[in-house]
């Protein structure tokens, strides 16, 4: 495949942008090669500059549940833009936004509209923290939550052990506030709250871990973090930046169950425009200013383009059997990768839930972060680069979600697998 524009265009890029990239794992290091910059996306494809397409299971990394450019979208966006693209105050869309999501997510009363889903993590941890007087918060190893300082941390050895920044920039005395052990462990969890469970502010988790690849929750492992917290006192956030209105119209908590008490909302809910939200029980929301005393504001928040694209990709999503339709795709697309990979004898294997999946270059089963952390990110290299090759585009890191969209059909699903057949040969 001819990539000589992408290339020069990533060479000027990289001259006045930070390694080229707006967010790093665009650049491709954990794939090696320059990345395909992108002229435009339609349905389930993606176009490179130079004019190559590609079956696109990134979907700017899940917003677009309905497919690139999607005609109902781009409208009400367009016709949003046409009345003016920011205000500073507040418009009836905001409300009417606000009420399809407290329709669709059970836990969630009052919601408030930010910009990223960091912002509504950051929110989400203040509200707990100001709701509880406590400090700690618990998180899991491999979950992400955003970028902000108190999330980027990985546990010590000992649960108890004070916690060690990853990355710099970020103070000890901050990480020092966040406990991260390993997901789906019963046991770290019960003994972190036997320990500090008086100082903990919330639990925050992705209700199905899909930053280290996707993870399944444990039977039951949700409802005892539901548990744990109710009987320390401390508040339980499901960051449902992924997994909202992508799993089910109510996101994951409907599918598992389990009532959190703050839901932190992205990608969808702005329908591929840059909006996040967080919710939960009026009682904690309404801690937030001008109300309460937890400061949080935007000059962007609620504005009219994402809030006019996040609300009719919502009304989409309840068109005809949507998420079936998005199951039963994922089901082919699990069901052709295995085929090939048990034809291979291939030590990998594949996790999936609804329109999220991953496959893990490893044989054994992944449950956490050491688990996934033991897929060989050399031959995921080697695989990319073949898929991408081959028109499939792939999330370029071994430990990433492949999101299906309402815009893919049977014929990508089957050149994906034949594709995948063919460099499962090269690769191993
Ligand atoms: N939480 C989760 C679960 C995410 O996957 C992400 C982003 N991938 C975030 C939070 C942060 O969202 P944003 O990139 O919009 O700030």
Redesign the pocket.
């Known amino acids: 495949m001819n990539r000589a524009k992408s290339e020069a265009a990533f060479a000027s890029a990289a001259r006045v942008i930070p390694g080229g990239v707006n967010s790093p794992v665009r650049a491709f290091g954990a794939v090696g090669g320059t990345p395909c910059l992108i002229e435009r996306g339609e349905g389930s494809r993606l176009f490179d500059l130079d004019g190559n397409s590609y079956i696109d299971y990134v979907c700017s990394?899940g917003p677009l549940i309905v497919g690139h450019a999607h005609g109902d979208v781009v409208d009400a966006v367009a016709r949003a833009a046409a009345k003016g693209t920011s205000f500073g105050a507040a418009t009836e869309a905001e409300t009417r936004l606000a009420e399809a999501i407290v329709d669709r997510v059970r836990s969630i009363e009052k919601v408030r509209l930010v910009s990223?889903?960091?912002?509504a993590?950051m929110t989400a941890v203040r509200l707990a923290r100001a709701f509880t007087k406590r400090p700690l918060i618990v998180k899991f190893d491999g979950?992400?939550?955003?970028?902000a300082d108190h999330f980027q941390v990985r546990a010590g050895s000992g649960l108890a052990t004070a916690s060690i920044p990853s990355g710099a920039g970020i103070p000890e005395s901050v990480a020092g506030d966040t406990a991260s052990i390993p997901y789906n462990d019963f046991d770290a969890v019960q003994k972190l709250f036997r320990e500090r469970g008086s100082s903990v502010a919330c639990v925050i988790v992705?209700p199905v871990a899909?930053?280290m690849g996707v993870v399944v929750p444990r039977d039951g492992f949700l409802g005892e973090l539901r548990r744990l917290c109710d009987s320390s006192g401390a508040l339980l956030i499901f960051?449902e930046?992924?997994t909202g209105f992508r799993l089910a119209r109510g996101g994951a908590q409907e599918l598992f169950g389990v009532v959190p008490d703050l839901t932190?909302l992205?990608?969808i809910v702005g329908g591929g425009l840059p909006l996040?939200a967080v919710g939960g029980r009026a009682a904690v929301m309404d801690r937030l200013a001008p109300l309460g005393d937890v400061y949080q504001a935007g000059t962007l928040s609620g504005n009219p383009l994402a809030v006019a694209a996040g609300r009719k990709t919502l009304d989409l999503l309840d068109g005809d059997e949507t998420y079936s339709r998005l199951e039963t795709l994922g089901g082919k697309l699990e069901e052709g990768l295995v085929e090939a990979i048990a034809a291979k004898g291939a030590p990998a294997s594949v996790s999936r839930i609804g329109s999220l999946l991953t496959v893990f270059l490893t044989a054994g089963p992944v449950t956490d972060f050491e688990s996934a952390a033991k897929g060989s990110t050399e031959k995921f290299a080697a695989l990319f680069h073949g898929m991408l090759d081959g028109g499939v585009y792939l999330p370029p890191s071994a430990f990433e979600a492949w999101f299906l969209s309402l815009a893919h059909d049977d014929d990508d699903v089957r050149a994906t697998t034949e594709t995948f057949c063919a460099v499962l040969d090269q690769v191993f």
């Open positions: 990394w990223s889903g960091t912002e993590t979950c992400y939550h955003g970028h992705e899909a930053n960051d930046v992924i932190c992205g990608k996040g």
